[in-house]
């Protein structure tokens, strides 16, 4: 009793309610930093110097020449068979069974993330695409040319919200590191196949999973996918899905 009440002593300071705001929140505010701040300031720096040189960096060209240089026959089917895969309408049908899986075990919260992150994944990337309209590498013929704007890449970015997608929703079981490992290898095959096809330069590929790491990590701090799924004593239905947690319920009230 004693501590609770010099708990609630100490909560009039305006300060100790601050540091204690702040221990109890350290978790989130760290990963606002490096999930969301830190990605979407790359992207802005990236954003930036291309709007005033469409050329791109200095290293963007040097990249590309040394991933072309590897060029052979085999390599040339593995990459195009990785940009098919890579596709953002390859990601629709394996989305789409994941939502309709989520909402038949009524995982609302779940569901919500993965609509707001997929759709407005695709809506930054065609409105940047359109901003920027930044051409693609001309440096060699490539075996699978692109006609569309370059800035960010579409594949990059599809790559990174299917990946994270799949990661908070697998967060509270071991699964997660499975997707961990082999979501990191997909990544990085995809964004090897669009150097190697030489349709993108290596900024585009940066920008792209820059902006989609800061919007997936930023939706999720709001949704919450990765809440640790609670089922209620007399059912299965699965409380922290189809509710609104307490906090969420105060601010509709309070609106």
């Not at 899986?101 to 809506?123: D, E, F, H, N, P």
């Not at 930054?124 to 060699?140: F, G, S, Y």
């Amino acid at each position: 009793m004693e501590k609770v009440k010099q708990a609630n002593k100490e909560s009039q300071s305006p300060l100790s309610f601050l540091i204690n705001l702040l221990i109890a929140r350290w978790r989130s505010l760290l990963l606002l930093l490096i999930g969301v701040y830190l990605p979407l300031q790359v992207f802005e720096i990236l954003t930036v110097k291309i709007w005033e040189n469409q050329a791109g960096f200095p290293w963007d060209v040097p990249i590309l020449l040394a991933v072309h240089s590897t060029a052979n026959p085999q390599l040339d089917v593995l990459a195009v068979a990785l940009a098919i895969i890579g596709l953002p309408w390859t990601a629709i049908p394996i989305l789409g069974a994941i939502a309709v899986m989520l909402l038949l075990q009524k995982r609302w919260r779940s569901l919500a993330y993965l609509l707001t992150a997929s759709l407005g994944s695709v809506i930054i990337n065609r409105t940047a695409k359109e901003l920027m309209h930044r051409v693609r590498p001309q440096l060699w013929q490539s075996i699978a040319p692109e006609s569309s704007f370059a800035f960010p890449s579409a594949h990059a970015m599809t790559s990174i919200t299917l990946v994270a997608i799949l990661l908070f929703l697998t967060w509270p079981s071991s699964w997660r590191w499975l997707v961990l490992i082999f979501g990191s290898l997909y990544i990085i095959a995809i964004a090897w196949c669009r150097l190697y096809l030489g349709v993108h330069f290596p900024s585009d590929i940066l920008a792209g999973w820059m902006v989609a790491l800061g919007w997936t990590m930023g939706v999720s701090l709001i949704i919450k996918p990765y809440i640790t799924i609670a089922k209620s004593v007399d059912s299965d239905r699965l409380e922290d899905e189809t509710n609104l947690l307490p906090e969420e319920r105060k601010l509709i009230t309070e609106e």
